[in-house]
């Protein structure tokens, strides 16, 4: 066998195997490609999934904190009207108490 036969067999070897491994690698390319489109579409699903049971949530706490606070404005004008001075007593005394808190140490 002369160099030049051997030379140009190793070469048609390297290119046969050269482009199996470009056919397998572009078929895998393909794939990961197509996995990732599946991926992005379920990605996206799952957060518009979960941006209408978020907004769900913030519409029943914002419900829920509206239903608080009448009951507990209707409590509280219940009690004041029941109790006036003792609403008043009250008021005075948290005044007091924030007043002195915020007076400067060096007068009490």
Do not use: K
């Amino acid at each position: 066998m002369n160099r030049n036969r051997i030379t140009g067999a190793a070469r048609e070897l390297a290119d046969e195997v050269g482009g199996r491994l470009r056919s397998v690698a572009g078929g895998a390319r393909r794939q990961s490609a197509a996995q990732f489109d599946d991926l992005y579409d379920d990605a996206v699903a799952i957060g518009q999934r979960a941006r209408g049971q978020a907004g769900h949530l913030a519409d029943d706490a914002l419900e829920f904190g509206r239903s608080a606070y009448g009951r507990s404005m209707q409590e509280l004008t219940h009690h004041a009207g029941r109790h006036p001075v003792a609403l008043i007593l009250a008021a005075g005394i948290a005044g007091a108490a924030l007043a002195w808190l915020c007076s400067s140490a060096s007068r009490r």
